[in-house]
């Protein structure tokens, strides 16, 4: 082959070689870009505020939720379902305590009636009292909810009733086979941690906490990715959840889990924290002093649970979904 033709293929293989790298790491910068963007379409943030007993301070926090259907089913953990019914609850015998402390006389006896009233109550620091939940985003009209819990996993079903419109352009897609689930799979999270919203208050007359019309109302979502490490089974060797080699992080519990192409494989639920058995005890020097640094260093790991458990409690509640 003469000279100039060998170098000739040469150039053009180096070009062709440029050119695949150049898409490679395009598509690598936009991996989850496109499924980020679907899945944002039905996942929603609830918004939670609290008190304690003896306190007017307010405790804001968030989590997730992602519709299934147009029926209104949505699925999220069961840990963040028990706050609504627990919300209806704690709201309900703080309003019966109201009523009966306007009740109590004044005078010198005052004081000794409220410390009773108190106790009948079980209301000591540290208890809550208040606690008021929102959905953003959902529907339209009234909201009526029918909640079913799993009997063992972190994981419920909510129905909303009774609305006008629901307020999703598109609905998930789950993976067709659990099977298809596998370790050093690259899985995005979504969900609504660091909650910025601040359109509650307290209000000293009625002696509550509420929504307002000022502040700000909603909170940024937030991805976060990490690698499939290992599966969790149960005791007797069912699959039920998967771990990934990020942390899920506060408020995305209940917000999907999903790949590159926006199929959902399962659903955000905990962190757990593994000792990595590295523990640190050194003097290290901070410009011109030097301190002693002790710490113990743990690895935080995403808890999913897993896709098959899912379709499962959806098909045991008549819930349909997409699949593919």
Known sequence: MPGFLFLRLLVE????????????TTQRSKMFVKAIEEVGGYTRAIHTIGRIWGSERIAAGSSTLFFVNSDGWALTCAHVAKLFVDGQTIGEKFAAFKSERGQIPQGKN???????????YGYK????????????????????????????????????NGFSKILCENYPVFGRSGEDLKQGMSICRLGFPFPEFTNYGYDAVSD????????????????????????????????????????????????????????????????????LDFDVDVEVQRGAKVR?????????????????????????????FAEG
């Open 208 to 275: 509550s906490i509420g929504w307002t019309a000022g502040g700000q109302e909603g909170s940024p979502r937030f991805p976060i990715d990490g690698m499939l490490t290992r599966h969790v089974a149960e005791p007797g060797g069912k699959i039920v959840a998967f771990e990934l080699s990020t942390p899920g992080i506060r408020g995305q519990s209940g917000g999907p889990a999903f790949g590159v192409d926006g199929r959902v494989w399962g659903m955000q639920s905990l962190t757990r924290h593994l000792d």
């Open 125 to 160: 620091p540290g208890e809550t009292i208040e606690l008021h939940n929102r959905f953003l985003g959902c529907v339209e009209g009234s909201l009526n909810l029918d909640i079913k819990i799993h009997s063992s996993l972190d994981l419920a079903l909510v129905k909303f």
């Open 110 to 120: 005052q004081r000794n009636a409220l410390n009773q009233l108190e106790r009948k």
């Open 292 to 320: 002693r640094v002790q710490d113990s260093a743990f690895l935080h790991v995403g808890g999913c649970i897993h896709i098959d458990a899912l379709k499962e409690f959806m098909r045991e509640n008549g819930v349909r």
């Open 13 to 24: 293989r180096s070009r062709t070689t440029i050119v695949q790298l150049k898409y490679f």
